[in-house]
Each structure stands twice: as C-alpha cells, then as structure tokens.
C-alpha cells in the first residue's frame, strides 16, 4: 500500500512543480508589464499569505523541513497526527505558489518534504501501524521522495534521508525508503520526462593548478552559508529590537512591511531576486547571464527577509540560485579553471554552509546538473565549506529549528 502512497508523493510533486512554473511565469509578467507594481501586490500578497495560513492552514509556516525532522523524534503520534496533515500539505502548496507570485524568494522543495511526509504518515494511519520505528520510518520515506521528486534527484534523496532526516541507523537503511524514492521518482519521471533539473552542464576540473577554485569556494561558501544558518538560528528565537512586539502585535502589518522591502530588493536588481532564483542559476551555469556581486548578496537579504516574515516556503532552491551567483562572481578572477564548473563548486559550498550536509550537497549538485566529472572536487568543496560553516555556526540549522519547533509545539500541548 505504501507503493501508492509513493506514487501520489510522485503525482502531487509534478502538480507543484507546474503550479510553481505557472505562478512564477504570472509574476514575470507582471512585473514585465510594470515593475513598479510589485510595491503594491508584493505587501498585499505578504498580508493575504499570512492571514490565509493562520486561519486555514495554520502549522503551514516555514520550511517544513524542521518540522518533518521534529516528527521523526516524537513518540506522542497524537501531536504528529496534528503536524503531519493532509490540510496542511494542501496549504504548503496553495500558499507556497502565493508567495512566488508575490516576489517571496522561495523554493517547494522544503515544502514537499513535509507534503510527502505527511503523505506516507496519512497512508501509515489508514494502514492502522502501530510499531514507532514502523510509523518513523514511513515519515521519513515520504521526506526524502518529497525532496528527490522534487528535483528529480532520487540518489540525493537517499542521501538527504540518511544525512538530515534519519537519526538511527535502523531507518537510515530501510528499504522502504529506498522503495518509496524509487517509485515517486518514477511517477514523476512517467509524468515530466527523464530531465534533470538545471540542464546537463558538461565540464570538468582537472587536478592541479583549477583546484584553487576548490580552496576558494569552499571556504567562502562555507563563510556566508555558516553565516546564513547563524541568522536564521538568531532570529528564529525572536526578532531584534522593536521589531518583535511590532510583529506580535500587528502580524499583517509586519508581512506587509517584508513585502515592501523584498518588493525593493526586487526593484534594485532588476527582478532578479524574486522567486525561486531558478532562471537566474540556470543562466549562470550555462553561462549566457551574467551578474555582479550584487546578486548574490541581495538575493541572501531577500531570504532572510522572507523567512522573518514567516510565510511557508524553502530554502533549497534560493540557497542553490546564491551559490550559483557567487560561483559565477568567483570565476572571472580564476581564469585557469572553467567558469561553468566553478559556479556547481559556489552551489555547492553555499548550499553544504547553510545546511551542513556535504554528502546531500555533492550529490544534489551532481545530479541536477547530470554531471559526474567534477564529482570529487564537488566532494572537496562542499567537505571544506562544512568545516568552515561549523566554525561559524556550530549546529546545524535544521536540526536547531527542528529542536525550536519541537519545544514550541510541546509547550503549547502543555
């Protein structure tokens, strides 16, 4: 039965996808038509997003990663029948597409770890399993099929299930894990077709003299990354100064105001931070744009903003479009290595510092680009950027925030 729980994860994956296509091709040509108008529907978007999900879709908010972790370490199924819903996976996504089209700079792929979780814990339920390890190991399944269907990456899915959602080794090598990657991935595959997510980027970084982009990528990714994390740690606590009785008092008020400042951001960069950053780490690879510095480091602000303000939606594709952005900056000043193999090495370095998951971040790189030849300098490079992002930011950024929602949602049961 689990099998067509995995199918669905592979069917609702693909709606996602296009429903995201389609509401980031809306906001395209709007702002097409009048870029100014995103300072008016970028706060009216923020203030709908946030007043839908606390009346319908409350548990909705954020990545949805920490969430699906926090699930995998409770043993009070009642609570995570509360966290893992199928109303809940519904509003990940309505509000998710809401927010790219509003300007959010946002990615699904959190999102579908919680959805598929919450798909496997719902097909868990009906199939009355009772055994802890049993129901676990089913959430952990949907997890990782939600991400690997997501970016057609069923290799990194099994990786990112034994690296940042298993704790145990008994889920880290169940086969149903494996099972249900397998047969969403190929739903979606049946669905989409056999693509790979940013293209097929032929190059390669022979040893010698082109490693120094390794030395390079590793410890800078690893810098901003650990950085990132290191924020995003601090202001899940609470915001700073005045700013957090403000947003407690008037939470419609404070998303409006993060939609006027990512709706500024937007302005600056000529759209280029908004949504997903897809086009624009797409473009970077394959070398036919080209962006300054600035890219990279309003797009970092964009991100920011965007998880002060709440709303749901991840980091994994944003994080990716940051590394590609900084990749591609770093390259014009190492001329002895290929341009287009140092921006998978930024992506790489960026996406290992902000989520600590070298193995996750070499594969996911290797995958969505179907490029094997740059696989150990990948390794090298994301290995480096863990060490110096622990340096920076000594815990892990899911598993803190997992740790924040699990003492949040227990407190409130109390």
């Not at 145990?168 to 090598?173: A, G, N, R, W």
Request: glycine residues 12%; charged residues 10%.
């Amino acid at each position: 039965m689990y099998c067509s729980g995995a199918v669905l994860i592979g069917i609702i994956s693909v709606i996602f996808a296009h429903l995201g296509d389609a509401a980031a091709d809306l906001r395209y040509r709007i702002v097409a038509l009048n870029a100014w108008s995103m300072l008016l529907i970028a706060p009216l978007g923020m203030i709908t997003i946030t007043w839908l999900t606390r009346l319908l879709f409350n548990g909705a908010q954020g990545s949805g990663i920490p969430q699906t972790i926090a699930t995998l370490h409770m043993h009070n199924f009642m609570l995570v029948d509360k966290i893992l819903t199928l109303r809940i996976a519904l509003g990940k996504v309505l509000m998710t597409c809401l927010g790219l089209i509003c300007g959010a700079s946002i990615g699904r792929e959190g999102p579908s770890v919680q959805i598929g979780a919450s798909i496997m814990h719902a097909f868990s339920r009906a199939m009355r399993q009772h055994n802890d390890v049993t129901r676990h190991g089913m959430i952990l399944a949907g997890g990782a099929a939600g991400m690997a269907a997501a970016f057609n990456t069923p290799l990194a899915g099994v990786v990112f299930a034994i690296e940042e959602l298993a704790h145990s080794f008994e889920q880290k090598s169940s086969g149903r894990t494996l099972t249900v990657i397998i047969f969403s991935g190929i739903t979606a595959i049946a669905l989409l077709g056999n693509y790979t997510y940013f293209g097929r980027a032929n190059t390669s970084i022979p040893v010698g003299v082109a490693w120094l982009a390794v030395l390079v990528c590793g410890v800078s990714g690893g810098l901003a990354g650990g950085l990132f994390a290191r924020c995003v740690i601090r202001l899940s606590k609470g915001l700073p100064g005045s700013l957090r009785p403000f947003a407690a008092r008037f939470p419609l008020g404070f998303a409006a105001l993060c939609g006027l400042l990512l709706a500024l951001i937007g302005l600056v960069s000529d759209g280029a931070t908004y949504g997903t950053g897809y086009l624009q780490a797409r473009g970077i690879i394959d070398g036919t744009l080209h962006y300054p510095a600035s890219f990279f480091l309003l797009k970092y602000l964009s991100m920011l903003i965007t998880f002060c303000s709440g709303i749901p939606g991840g980091m994994f594709a944003p994080s990716l479009a940051i590394g590609a952005g900084m990749g591609g900056w770093i390259g014009q000043f190492l001329p002895h290595t290929s341009p287009g193999a140092v921006v998978l090495l930024g992506m790489a370095a960026y996406f290992c510092g902000v989520a600590q998951s070298p193995l996750t971040a070499t594969i996911i790189v290797m995958e969505i680009c179907d490029n094997q030849q740059v696989t150990l300098a990948l390794l090298a490079t994301a290995f480096l950027a863990f060490g110096v992002s622990r340096m920076i930011c000594p815990h892990p950024l899911y598993s803190v925030l997992a740790t924040g929602f699990m003492e949040k949602t227990e407190q409130k049961e109390i």
